[in-house]
């Protein structure tokens, strides 16, 4: 291992590569950490959001260090132009890492961190105890899994997988192997959703029938320059796009805004359903299961074939006990839930209730409560550590974008889906069950 250093690993010239697509509960696997180890991190994906991680961990140099990272886009800036704004990728992240260590007084930093241009080679380096995945969504069960099958720990971003069978295969090779799994859904570390949890739990709210779960709209036109362009010289595209289809090369699809074409994400719908409906199905108690009816209404779809991806969405869903559910554009951005007693109204920042007494700090909803966590990254490494399930597991993960995925099936179907979620089928419905199931990687990825 050349430290500090850009390593080419053995599969530098392999580039497409292969690869085998290999309530708190006690974990019974252990690391082996002794009070005065550091639990090692390796980083995927050195885009914005995989800054905002780093930053994190880096605010937890007490307890995880960062040592190895990687990244197949060496430099850029994001959706702006050459220079402007913040660095980032490969080399601008190292940088970042060893200064905000040395900031800290952290000795050896630049020398302790690894670069990597194929997370594989990052998998194989000794000693890392766990992987944080930022990468877009489409190689988030590929990077998870691998992970996950040589005994690593994840911290993945949300949604937890591109596609439905990706995150059944995540949640059910997590329990097998006993890891440690935090999907990025912060949300269940902020005092004011786990607020609005509690008041529905402790049945505050009196009995629950209406949820409404506002996202924003996709992508109208083109969020960037939609010219085709050649490939930037730092960027292995064809690596970049892995598993899935090779589209044109232009700015307007990729950082940033690669989730407006399915190939790579589900649009701005799947992007924000593993926060908002992901509070719903924490305060319903469902994070392994789901509701019993889908319904795909009123879809519309950005007029240029740059993405395909809905732009005004609606899901409707159904659920034991009479609770009615939409997911939609055109609801307020943020979770409202009404209950024959009241109602609550919660989004980053903002919470509103039907009582004014319900949101004040000291009130007290019930004896009901649910995990406690007011850092995400903090819970993730502390269950490292305990072996105890994290605030956010990959099954309530998988579960909450569930939705999503039966909604792009109910308007490619153009009908309802009744839903077994016990089962994870549609019922009586194999057409249904076979799209929700397509899953094919492009050769050689498997």
Not at 174 to 177: D, G, I, L, P, S
Not at 258 to 263: F, Q, V
């Given at each position: 291992?050349?430290?500090?250093?850009?390593?080419?690993g053995?599969?530098e010239?392999l580039?497409?590569g292969?690869g085998?697509?290999?309530g708190?509960g006690?974990?019974?696997?252990?690391?082996?950490?002794?009070?005065n180890?550091?639990?090692?991190i390796?980083?995927?994906g050195l885009?914005?959001?995989?800054?905002?991680?780093?930053?994190?961990?880096?605010?937890?140099h007490?307890?995880?260090?960062i040592?190895?990272i990687?990244?197949?886009?060496?430099?850029?800036?994001?959706?702006r132009?050459?220079?402007?704004?913040?660095a980032?990728?490969?080399i601008?992240?190292?940088?970042?890492?060893s200064?905000?260590y040395?900031?800290q007084?952290?000795?050896?930093s630049?020398?302790g961190?690894?670069?990597y241009t194929?997370?594989?080679?990052?998998?194989?380096?000794?000693g890392?105890?766990?992987?944080?995945i930022?990468?877009?969504d489409?190689?988030?069960?590929?990077?998870?899994?691998?992970?996950?099958?040589?005994?690593?720990?994840?911290?993945?971003?949300?949604?937890v997988?591109?596609?439905?069978?990706e995150?059944?295969?995540v949640?059910r090779e997590?329990?097998?192997?006993q890891?440690?799994?935090?999907?990025?859904?912060?949300?269940?570390?902020?005092?004011?959703?786990?607020?609005a949890?509690?008041?529905?739990?402790?049945g505050?709210?009196?009995k629950?029938?209406?949820?409404?779960?506002g996202?924003?709209?996709?992508?109208?036109?083109?969020?960037?320059d939609s010219k085709?362009?050649?490939?930037?010289?730092q960027?292995?595209?064809?690596?970049?796009?892995?598993?899935?289809?090779?589209?044109?090369y232009?700015r307007?699809?990729?950082?940033?805004w690669?989730?407006?074409?399915?190939?790579y994400?589900?649009?701005?719908?799947?992007?924000?359903?593993?926060?908002h409906?992901?509070?719903?199905?924490?305060?319903?108690?469902?994070?392994a299961?789901?509701?019993?009816?889908?319904e795909a209404i009123?879809?519309?779809?950005?007029?240029?074939?740059?993405?395909?991806?809905?732009?005004?969405y609606?899901i409707?869903?159904?659920?034991?006990?009479g609770?009615?559910?939409?997911?939609?554009?055109?609801n307020p951005?943020?979770?409202?839930m009404?209950g024959?007693?009241?109602s609550?109204f919660?989004?980053?920042?903002?919470l509103?209730?039907?009582?004014?007494?319900w949101?004040?700090?000291?009130?007290?909803?019930?004896?009901?409560?649910?995990?406690?966590s007011?850092?995400h990254?903090?819970n993730?490494?502390?269950?490292?550590?305990?072996?105890?399930?994290?605030?956010?597991?990959?099954?309530?993960?998988?579960r909450?974008?569930?939705?999503?995925?039966?909604g792009?099936?109910?308007?490619?179907?153009?009908?309802?889906?009744?839903?077994?979620?016990?089962?994870e089928?549609?019922?009586?419905?194999?057409?249904?069950?076979?799209?929700?199931?397509?899953?094919?990687?492009?050769q050689?990825w498997?």
């Open positions: 291992m050349k430290s500090g250093k850009l390593v080419l053995r599969r010239l580039l497409a292969t085998g697509l290999s708190v006690l974990l019974p696997k252990a690391i082996g950490k002794n009070a180890e550091r639990i090692q390796g980083v995927i885009g914005s959001r995989g800054y905002n991680l780093i930053d994190a961990l880096v605010r937890h007490d307890k995880a260090r040592v190895a990687c990244d197949v886009d060496k430099t850029h800036y994001r959706d132009a050459w220079g402007a704004g913040n980032y990728g490969l601008p992240a190292g940088q970042k890492i200064a905000a040395a900031k007084g952290v000795q050896g630049e020398d961190i690894s670069r194929d997370y594989r080679d990052l998998l194989d380096q000794r890392i105890d766990a992987v944080v930022a990468t877009p489409h190689w988030h069960a590929k990077c998870t899994l691998d992970a996950v099958a040589i005994g690593k720990d994840v911290y993945c971003e949300k949604p997988t591109h596609l439905f069978a995150g059944q295969a949640y997590v329990e097998k192997r890891a440690v799994f935090q999907t990025g859904s912060q949300q269940r570390s902020d005092q004011l959703f786990r607020r949890v509690e008041l529905v739990r402790n505050v709210l009196g629950l029938h209406t949820i409404k779960v996202q924003q709209a996709g992508y109208a036109q083109p969020m960037g085709l362009t050649a490939i930037p010289k960027l292995n595209y064809d690596f970049w796009c892995g598993p899935s289809k090779v589209l044109p232009m307007a699809r990729h950082h940033r690669w989730r407006g074409h399915s190939a994400g589900g649009g701005v719908l799947m992007d924000w359903i593993g926060h409906n992901d509070i719903a199905h924490w305060a319903l108690g469902l994070d299961s789901g509701p019993e009816e889908v009123g879809w519309t779809f950005p007029k240029s074939d740059i993405y395909d991806t809905p732009l005004r609606t409707r869903c159904e659920y034991a006990g609770v009615s559910s939409t997911i939609s554009s055109e951005a943020g979770l409202q009404i024959s007693e009241g609550v919660v989004n980053r920042g903002k509103r209730t039907s009582d004014p007494r949101a004040l700090p000291d009130f007290v909803p019930g004896s009901e409560s649910v995990t406690v007011d850092d990254m903090g993730f490494l502390n269950c490292i550590l305990t072996r105890q399930q994290p605030v956010a597991p990959a099954e309530a993960g998988h909450s974008i569930t939705p999503g995925h039966l792009y099936v109910s308007h490619a179907l153009g009908r309802s889906l009744r839903w077994s979620a016990k089962e089928r549609v019922l009586d419905d194999e057409d249904a069950n076979r799209r929700l199931r397509q899953f094919k990687y492009r050689p498997s």
